[in-house]
């Protein structure tokens, strides 16, 4: 006997007791009844027991037969993942993927990519959504999205591709005129400026290199629901803002807009790729995430420079 297992053998008689039926289960592997029957008889004298009972009008599975058929059955899916896999892998990527972005993320650092992910993927088609709101990628049939976000939605499958910091900024002018706040409960003597979409709440949180915590509520005159918004008001001097680094640092590099209170941190959260499942990702979701992981894993933006 060989002592390769007989894979053949397993992979009919799983769908036999699937099906319930020779036929139907030749039928569906496009193969003859007695091929399938063969198979099964030399699975039987292999394993040393009847799998099936047959008459001329009914087929029953045997307690052996029972206690093998959903072993059979995994072994018979798992060759069927493993095939599909390797099929995509032999292809080129290629479909269409609806993919969500937020706004100010997505013009910035995203369409500047599109031209790259056209060239590499000329079959991949891609409906871009840009919105700083949070879309739920089930119930409205997106694909994938880009996240910026302190914890990945726990509902969804994140692969983290950086670390994403938040600033707290002014103007030199602004500052110059009312003074640098030393600690975040100065903040209330000031004008903040706010983000409508933030992940958790209104409330800014503060950690010390120390330990200590704070938390401010923002009073200003201003919330958006872009942070790009944000910009005019504060480069004319007149508030402070939270502002992800990815925005933040083209204007901390020249001078245009500085951190406030050194030695108190922001939340550090991360830019991730999410997608509804895990289960029977297509390539052309598999090739989108590697495409983002390798140009988006290590970027530019970082402040200061590393």
């Excluded at 099936?52 to 993942?81: C, D, H, K, P, W």
């Excluded at 031209?115 to 590499?120: A, E, N, T, V």
Aim: hydrophobic share 45%; proline share 7%; net charge neutral.
């Amino acid at each position: 006997m060989s002592k390769l297992p007989d894979f053949e053998g397993l992979a009919m008689f799983a769908k036999v007791a699937e099906e319930g039926s020779f036929a139907a289960a030749a039928r569906l592997m496009g193969v003859s009844v007695p091929t399938v029957s063969r198979a099964v008889a030399r699975l039987e004298e292999r394993l040393g027991g009847r799998l099936f009972n047959r008459t001329s009008r009914q087929l029953a599975l045997t307690e052996f037969g029972i206690s093998m058929a959903a072993r059979a059955g995994e072994v018979y899916r798992q060759a069927e993942e493993v095939e599909s896999a390797a099929r995509e892998l032999s292809v080129q990527p290629r479909g269409h993927v609806r993919l969500a972005v937020p706004m100010a993320f997505g013009l910035r650092w995203v369409a500047p990519l599109l031209p790259k992910l056209i060239q590499q993927y000329p079959e991949l088609t891609v409906d871009l959504h840009l919105s700083d709101a949070s879309v739920d990628l089930i119930a409205e049939g997106f694909d994938a999205a880009l996240r910026i976000a302190t914890l990945p939605d726990s509902s969804l499958v994140a692969r983290r591709l950086c670390g994403v910091t938040q600033y707290l900024v002014a103007a030199p002018a602004y500052l110059d005129a009312k003074g640098r706040p030393t600690h975040p409960q100065e903040l209330s003597e000031h004008p903040c400026l706010s983000y409508a979409y933030r992940a958790r709440s209104q409330v800014w949180r503060f950690t010390h290199d120390n330990g200590d915590a704070q938390d401010v509520t923002p009073n200003g005159p201003l919330r958006v629901t872009n942070s790009d918004a944000l910009l005019p008001v504060l480069l004319e001097g007149l508030a402070i803002a939270e502002l992800p680094e990815f925005i933040a640092s083209e204007y901390l590099a020249d001078g245009r807009l500085e951190v406030l209170l050194p030695g108190w941190n922001m939340a550090t959260g991360g830019l991730y790729f999410v997608t509804p499942s895990a289960r029977s990702r297509p390539m052309k979701i598999k090739a989108l995430s590697d495409f983002f992981a390798e140009h988006l894993s290590q970027p530019t933006w970082r402040w200061p420079a590393r």
